[in-house]
């Protein structure tokens, strides 16, 4: 099966963040998979507080236009007029069922926009952090590890014998050599 072939060979694709650490551009430090995830997580809450922001500003707008239209339409003006002016005077009264439906409007944009959005940042605050303290348990373990298996690899390598790191199977050379295997501690 042929590799997939790069969409842009000479570019950091979002997917090389993943395998290894990367210098940065400016080639002063290493850049790790999960830093780019968590920038583009703080990138995506700093969004969800802006849209928050401006659905609160669009709420404001429909509250007081509905205010406005409400006040408009309890105007006593001409109330009782007939004839021509009759179809104008009655645009007049339906601006207070214009302005339900815009009350009605901010208050929806409220309740199913603007609260889920803050409460899903809140809870991302906090899932954030949490998970932040499991991968940075996680990285010192695994560096730990990584620091445990380097000293048995040095340890190890000047008790066995040559034939074992060249990969020979044991069963093949236990007959040519009288070297204990150090494994089962046997000869």
């Known amino acids: 099966i042929p590799a997939q072939p790069l969409l842009k060979p000479g570019d950091w694709s979002y997917c090389d963040y993943f395998w290894t650490d990367k210098k940065d551009p400016q080639g002063t430090s290493c850049i790790t998979g999960f830093e780019v995830l968590l920038q583009k997580q703080l990138k995506g809450k700093q969004l969800q507080k802006e849209m928050a922001e401006f659905i609160r500003e669009r709420i404001k707008i429909e509250e007081d236009y509905a205010k406005n239209l ?101 069963q093949i050379l236990h007959g040519l050599s009288p070297v204990c295997d150090p494994v089962t501690r046997c000869c």
């Open 70 to 170: 409400a006040k408009l339409s309890q105007v006593p003006l001409a109330a009782g007029e007939e004839g021509a002016c009759d179809e104008a005077w009655k645009l007049k009264h339906s601006l207070a069922d214009e302005a339900e439906v815009h009350l009605r409007f901010s208050c929806k944009l409220h309740s199913e926009v603007e609260k889920p959005l803050l409460s899903l940042r809140d809870n991302f605050k906090k899932d954030m952090k949490k998970y932040d303290q499991n991968i940075s348990e996680l990285r010192k373990q695994l560096l730990s590890r990584y620091v445990g298996v380097e000293k048995v690899q040095r340890h190890r390598d000047p008790i066995l014998p040559d034939f074992y790191r060249t990969g020979l199977p044991a």
